[in-house]
């Protein structure tokens, strides 16, 4: 039987928190516990044992490379939020991990807990999703690394076998004339969760015409997805009102949602359109260089 | 310590600044105590077994394994109550609202309580009682309720205030009316008339701090109990009452309160905590979480109008009909009485009808929420005005203005208006830089006006005068909105001494007498009053110690700025503190009481003005500009007037656009918490331009009215009027949340 208290460890290596996940199979990780503590308080139930990552330091580092940077994955989202090298370059997955909570919450809340408690309206997830991210993930297997849309299968699942967690994300620096931008509607300001998210990024070439295009909606199916004929409809045209007319409706008709308390199907539809629009248009300012601190 | 940025009123040192309240200091290092702080030895902890039923009937509450269960020392439930059949039917519901008997009547109805050594414990043999329930029919909503064949919640609920009575039980528990003229002929000399129907949802206050209480009850029939409320003394009453004990057998003291807006004037787990604790021996400490707290405390009513309004060119309001019902809750007690007789109170109307009914449904019973009934009832009646205002062509403020309730006129409720200051807060409002200055592009500006009562009541205050000539001011009032401050100031004016000498205190049952809860905007005016009162039993007594003191009669003597002084003037003057010092030999110590079931309450006037911007796309309204003007008497502390009326406003902006109950088909709440309820964070909001009208209330020694409530009557028309001007889309039903203003948008389009 098992002890009716939780456990609690905090490996400082990465092969010691696989040990321990793979030695007990109700395990789990946590960075800074933002979402496992209140849905412990909720009623969910309590895993036997904690394993904090947030003693490993490759789990809390952010180094810039050639290519753009690594960020541990229990890394505070704060961190990135108030590095000005970072968010002038990702302006866009800046402002989506500077959404999630409160100030309180962000010198807590993590990348990787945000992926992996695997929530469809996760706001840093279109956002990572249009850089495509790279996950490292490690596990008794050893390590491999895939992108960061093939980690959620569902609300609440992932695709991670039982002993493997995500150490660290790779997040290439945009090509030039590359802008990224996350928006999101909620009833409030501040405080709450998407009711619908839209992530872009957008490059453009020497006329202003768009040359690449990642779309990505949150919080509209039962995980975070891109929309390619959205993205289609840009590649090669200029940005004005008939194309991103063709986004919104990509959008809209890309959208699998659910009626509930925070807004119903049609809602989201509709305004998975208008904010994939506004996306796209705010991320093409910031590649042409005309709005590169953002806009809310 | 003391800011002074306001000019003080003429004759007044004191009355009229700002400073700093003597709570603040510990509030803001958390050196305060509120209800779940306290801790007293060999404690326990309690948790509470809800119902997950809307309407379900109990079978059978096995406790034999949660007894067993580690740490247990008691449980109890509804059997450990004494028998409601003895009780008034009002007690009776209380009784089985703090713990359910043979039926629940909605989710989160308590149905046992377990006290434990610690919470995990109470709450581990909370979830191992089982019990067996027959599950019934619910009713949501006041037309689900009021249909033919709707489930009955209770079967002795025969409708009051309808003749002939009906000889049926039914889920409508009274009938509220009121009547003056005739309306054929009133709706006949009309120029336009319109019908509207409204709906309003469930909200809770909101109030940060969650449900707490600790109980000690000995063996001698007697009990302690801490309380975080709005009013010990009620609390304590309505304890002994569901407990079959005398009030004064429990002594009730006051925890800090963190919030209540109303809903901290009735009780919950108090009775549980007494009776648990006389189980366990020990004492017990109970505190909600915060889906208790929405799924088992007071919202205030959802419901349903009706409303017919006929108007001349001129703009005279010729007839009004109103119907409404509201949602009771479980038990009989909506404020749908004072909805009726606030709909029209500011407004002088010849000919209307306003009827209410209080319905009972499957949800928590409500409980008052800050000038309980009168934002529903405004919300349809200050809707429909500006709908008329726009039918004629006129200004929003011209049309109230022609119709403005004022001294002389009978208000629709019966009593003639003495003095009060409602076209004050229309002049304030149109002569504000506000609504002097163009609507900016693109956005919408809406008015609207509210009343609410103001009421007085029993208040009982004992001043001190210590030997080193500080002053001890004690109450029975509890502090929600700085009224320590407002009572040092009294008291610092009335002796002419600085405030920080004055140290008010909150004080038990028994060491204070009977007060009426903080509600009602009541305290200010009453328990202001008794201050007042007993400081100048005080003065006069000084002036007789100094009479004394200088073998003169007591009529040579004066108290100015703080000391005795001989008219003459060929004595010197004798100061608070070298009377108090000598204390002893002029009679004893300087102490006085007065009580006094307070009259004379002055009503309240708020008039508001918003503008906001919607985005068509998205259906979200943002509120950019907001300006209020209430009519407060007398400020006495007027920062803590301004934080009354934007608390107000800001409440009401809630209401308006996001915050309502959301009820799953099976009768439970789909949102019990602050994410999915959706309170105004701050940067939802703009400053809330304050403009304090001060027309004094003649029956009160300062002139004050009351401040606390009229707030919030006026935001959720104003802001749907607002809605209207900038969309073309009349919302008639609240919340105006982004999916349903977003749907009026899309119909409006497809037009």
Redo the contacts between chains.
């Keep these: 039987m098992r002890n009716w208290y939780m456990d609690y460890l905090a490996p400082t290596s990465v092969e010691e928190a696989v040990g321990a996940l793979a030695a007990q199979p109700d395990a789990r990780v946590f960075a800074g516990a933002t979402d496992l503590i209140p849905q412990i308080r909720a009623g969910r139930p309590e895993p036997g044992l904690l394993i904090d990552l947030k003693r490993i330091d490759r789990c809390t580092t952010v180094t810039k490379t050639d290519t753009g940077w690594v960020v541990g994955a229990a890394t505070p989202t704060s961190r990135l939020t108030e590095d000005p090298d970072f968010s002038s370059t990702l302006p866009g997955l800046s402002e989506a991990a500077g959404l999630i909570g409160s100030d309180q919450i962000q010198n807590r809340s993590s990348l990787g807990g945000n992926l992996c408690n695997a929530s469809p309206a996760a706001d840093s997830v279109p956002a990572m999703l249009v850089n495509e991210v790279r996950a490292v993930v490690a596990g008794g297997n050893g390590t491999r690394t895939l992108p960061v849309g093939d980690i959620t299968t569902g609300p609440g699942k992932t695709s991670l076998a039982d002993d493997e967690f995500i150490v660290e994300f790779e997040i290439d620096a945009p090509p030039p004339n590359t802008g990224d931008a996350y928006l999101r ?1 909620i ?7 998407a ?1 619908v998210g839209a992530g872009a990024q957008i490059t453009l070439d020497a006329d202003g015409n768009c040359a690449a295009a990642r779309i990505a909606l949150g919080a509209v199916a039962p995980t975070a997805l891109r929309v390619a004929d959205a993205e289609a409809a840009l590649v090669g045209n200029p940005i004005n009102d008939d194309t991103l007319a063709a986004v919104a409706a990509a959008a809209s008709a890309a959208c699998n949602p659910i009626d509930d ?4 199907i ?2 989201r539809k ?2 998975a359109g ?2 994939a629009k506004r996306a796209v248009k705010l991320a093409a300012d910031r590649a042409a260089g005309t709005n590169a601190n953002g806009a809310h | 310590m003391t800011m002074t940025e306001d000019p003080t009123t003429p004759g007044y040192k004191w009355v009229g600044t700002r400073p700093i309240r003597p709570d603040g200091l510990d509030k803001v290092t958390g050196k305060a105590r509120f209800g779940a702080d306290l801790i007293l030895p060999n404690m326990v902890e309690a948790a509470v077994l809800r119902s997950r039923h809307a309407h379900a009937r109990i079978l059978s509450i096995d406790t034999a394994a949660a007894l067993e269960m580690p740490g247990v020392q008691a449980i109890i439930t509804g059997d450990d109550f004494p028998p409601t059949d003895d009780m008034a039917p009002g007690d009776a519901h209380q009784a089985v609202k703090v713990m359910a008997r043979d039926k629940v009547l909605f989710e989160g109805h308590p149905v046992a309580a377990v006290a434990a050594t610690s919470r995990a414990e109470a709450q581990a043999a909370a979830k191992a009682i089982v019990v067996t329930y027959e599950q019934l029919p619910h009713v949501l909503t006041v037309d689900e309720a009021m249909a033919d064949g709707a489930p009955i919640l209770h079967d002795d609920l025969i409708t009051a205030n309808v003749d002939p009575a009906p000889e049926t039980a039914s889920n409508i528990a009274s009938r509220a009316f009121f009547e003056r003229g005739d309306l054929d002929e009133g709706f006949a000399a009309a120029d336009a008339i319109l019908e509207r129907s409204y709906t309003t949802k469930p909200v809770h206050q909101g109030y940060i701090e969650p449900h707490a209480a600790v109980a000690d009850s000995g063996q001698n029939g007697r009990a302690n109990l801490w309380v975080s409320s709005q009013g010990h003394f009620d609390m304590r009453t309505m304890t002994a009452k569901v407990l079959g004990m005398s009030a004064s057998k429990i002594k009730a003291t006051p925890a800090e309160i963190g919030g209540g807006f109303g809903g901290k004037t009735t009780i919950y787990l108090e009775p549980l905590a007494v009776l648990l604790s006389r189980k366990a021996n020990r004492p017990v400490r109970v505190v909600m979480d915060r889906d208790e707290v929405f799924m088992a405390t007071g919202p205030t009513s959802g419901s349903s109008m009706k409303i017919k309004m006929g108007i001349k060119n001129d703009g005279t309001i010729t007839a009004c009909d109103l119907w409404m019902a509201f949602e009771a809750g479980a038990f009989p007690g909506s404020p749908v009485g004072a909805a009726s007789m606030t709909a029209l109170a500011c407004y002088d109307v010849d000919n209307f009808r306003i009827e209410g009914f209080d319905v009972v449904v499957n949800k928590p019973k409500v409980a008052a929420y800050r000038a309980p009934g009168a934002p529903i009832s405004a919300f349809a009646v200050e809707s429909m005005i500006d709908e008329l205002a726009r039918a004629i062509d006129m200004d929003p403020i011209e049309l109230r203005l022609a119709n403005a309730a004022k001294e002389g006129v009978q208000a629709p409720y019966g009593p003639v208006f003495p003095r009060i200051g409602f076209i004050e807060t229309l002049e304030a409002i149109r002569d504000s830089d506000h609504y002097r200055s163009p609507v900016p592009e693109g956005q919408g500006r809406g008015l609207a006006s509210g009343f609410w009562f103001n009421i007085g009541g029993n208040s009982v205050a004992t001043v001190n005068v210590h030997a080193d000539g500080n002053v001890s001011v004690i109450t029975g009032s509890p502090d929600i909105g700085g009224s320590r401050s407002s009572m040092a100031l009294f008291a610092a004016e009335e002796f002419g001494i600085d405030v920080e000498r004055v140290q008010p205190h909150i004080a038990d049952t028994d060491t204070i007498g009977d007060t009426d809860v903080t509600g009602g905007s009541r305290v200010t005016l009453a328990t202001g009053k008794v201050v007042v009162e007993a400081c100048r039993k005080i003065v006069t007594d000084l002036c007789r110690r100094a009479a004394k003191t200088w073998d003169c009669e007591i009529e040579d003597v004066e108290w100015v700025q703080g000391h005795a002084q001989h008219v003459s003037g060929t004595e010197s003057p004798l100061s608070l503190a070298d009377l108090a010092a000598n204390a002893g030999r002029t009679g004893g110590p300087i102490s006085a009481t007065h009580a006094e079931n307070v009259r004379g309450a002055g009503a309240g006037f708020s008039t508001q003005l918003v503008d906001l911007a919607v985005d068509e796309e998205t259906g979200q309204t943002s509120i950019v500009r907001y300006t209020t003007a209430q009519d407060a008497g007398k400020a006495i502390h007027p920062s803590y007037v301004e934080g009354q009326m934007q608390g107000g406003v800001v409440q009401g902006i809630g209401w308006a656009l996001n915050e309502e109950y959301i009820h799953r088909a099976d009768g439970t709440l789909d949102n019990p918490s602050f994410l999915d309820y959706r309170i105004p964070v701050a940067s939802d909001l703009p400053m809330i331009d304050t403009i304090v009208v001060e027309v004094p209330n003649p029956n009160h020694p300062y002139g004050v009215r009351g401040v606390g409530e009229v707030g919030i009557v006026p935001p959720m028309a104003a802001i749907a009027n607002a809605i209207d001007r900038a969309t073309d889309c009349r919302m008639e039903h609240l919340p105006m949340s982004p999916v349903a203003l977003l749907e009026a948008i899309n119909e409006r389009n497809a037009d």
């Design positions: 509607m009833p409030r300001t501040e405080m709450d969760i009711v308390k925070r807004g119903t049609a809602y509709q305004v208008v904010l």
